[in-house]
Every structure is written in structure tokens, then in C-alpha cells.
């Protein structure tokens, strides 16, 4: 035997997660199987405008359990309404599943594409962060009146002292005098100032971070 006790008359907020906002009133749930446990006595999923997705009561045989499992339940059932918005019918089907205790599957599921989604942002945040490094380090050069290359994943700042000596490197590229300004770095022509991996972020926010040091040494000289 189970019965529910100390129902609360007001709704709380149980979660707010992807522009949806789950309410729900609380009790306590007694059975003669284990002690008291707190437990969802109504559920309410509202969106961004305070409007009802799908809602439900719970009787005493039903109602939720509010263990140490519910916040994740209740955070995949907020995704879902919010990427996947379903029809009446497909919540009513999420809301027995909810009442039965059977969401593992679906739980697993969308931490799953939640995991997918979170690597896809990680890889587009990367992504504009190297363009605007490759933007600042382009800056950082014609400032200077440098000239920057790529070459096999590295970038290569060439300071040009015989400026006819740029030609050959815009017509055929670095790589065919790479090897020459590194064994003549006293030549009088063209001289690598600074290079680097750039490819990876970390390479880049240090080939920066190496361009600032080279500018601040030069500027206390």
C-alpha cells in the first residue's frame, strides 16, 4: 500500500533547460516497501513563451520519483521538445514512458545527440577563433611591413630586404626558398622573422602569442 502526502498547492520550477521550463508540484510518497521519498505529483513542460507543451497529474500508483536519476530525465525530455517539436500524440507516448519509468533508451539516445550536437559547436567555436587569429596575425604583418606564408600546416612571417627579391616567392611560394633563408639567415635579401605551427588552435594562440613578444622585444631595443 502507497499513499501521497503533503501535496504542495503552488508549482515549482523543477528545471529550465533549452528554452523550456518544467513546473511541477511536489508530495511525499509513503509505501510500506521502503521510507519516504519526495515525488512529482504534476508535471508541466512550458516553452519560452509560458505555453503548455504537455502537462499531466499523477496519481499515487504513478506519480514520478524524484531520485537522483530525474534531473538527467528531465533534461532530455527538454531537448527533445525543443529540437524535435513533436506532436500531441508523441508526448503523450514520452509522458507514459515518463510515468512508467522506461525513458533509458531515450536517454540514451539523446545524450547521445546531445554529445554529437556539443562536439559540433566545439568544432565551429575553433574554427572562428582561427579566423579571427588568422585575421590578427594578418594585421600584426602589414603592420609591420611583413609578409606571411603557408606552408605544410605552418605559417612563415618573411621580412623582404631586397623587395625584388618578393617576385619569385609570389610566383612559385615559399617552399622553394625555405631551406635558403634557413641556412643564410644573413643574407640580404629576404629573412624568416618568425614561424610556426598553424593549424591546430593551440598552435595558432601561440604563434600569436610569439608574434607579441617578438613585437615587444623589437620595441625595446
Known amino acids: 500500500m502507497a499513499v501521497l502526502t503533503n501535496i504542495s498547492d503552488n508549482a515549482i520550477k523543477l528545471m529550465n533547460a533549452y528554452d523550456i521550463q518544467v513546473v511541477g508540484k511536489m508530495g511525499t510518497y509513503k509505501s510500506i516497501y521502503f521510507s519516504e521519498k519526495k515525488a512529482i505529483t504534476s508535471i508541466a513542460f512550458l516553452d519560452k513563451n509560458g505555453n503548455t507543451i504537455m502537462k499531466e497529474n499523477f496519481s499515487t500508483n504513478n506519480c514520478i520519483l524524484y531520485d537522483e536519476k530525474i534531473g538527467e530525465k528531465l533534461e532530455c525530455l527538454c531537448w527533445y521538445l525543443a529540437h524535435e517539436k513533436p506532436n500531441s500524440y508523441d508526448c503523450e507516448k514520452l509522458m507514459e514512458k515518463l510515468k512508467q519509468n ?9 545524450k547521445s545527440r546531445m554529445k554529437k550536437e556539443q562536439i559540433v559547436k566545439e568544432q565551429q567555436m575553433k574554427l572562428k577563433k582561427k579566423e579571427i587569429l588568422k ?22 612571417i618573411v621580412k623582404f630586404i631586397d623587395k625584388e627579391a618578393k617576385k619569385p616567392f609570389d610566383m612559385y611560394g615559399i617552399e622553394s626558398y625555405i631551406d635558403f633563408m634557413h641556412n643564410h639567415p644573413d643574407n640580404q ?25 617578438l613585437n615587444r622585444g623589437k620595441e625595446s631595443c
Request: with cysteine; proline share 0%.
Open 135 to 156: 585575421t590578427k596575425i594578418l594585421l600584426f604583418c602589414y603592420e609591420n611591413g611583413w609578409n606571411l606564408y603557408e606552408y605544410e600546416l605552418n605559417y612563415y
Open 102 to 110: 522506461k525513458l533509458e533508451l531515450f536517454c540514451y539516445n539523446i
Open 189 to 213: 635579401q629576404a629573412k624568416i622573422i618568425y614561424e610556426g605551427g598553424a593549424y591546430y588552435l593551440d598552435e595558432l594562440e601561440s604563434f600569436y602569442e610569439g608574434l607579441q613578444k
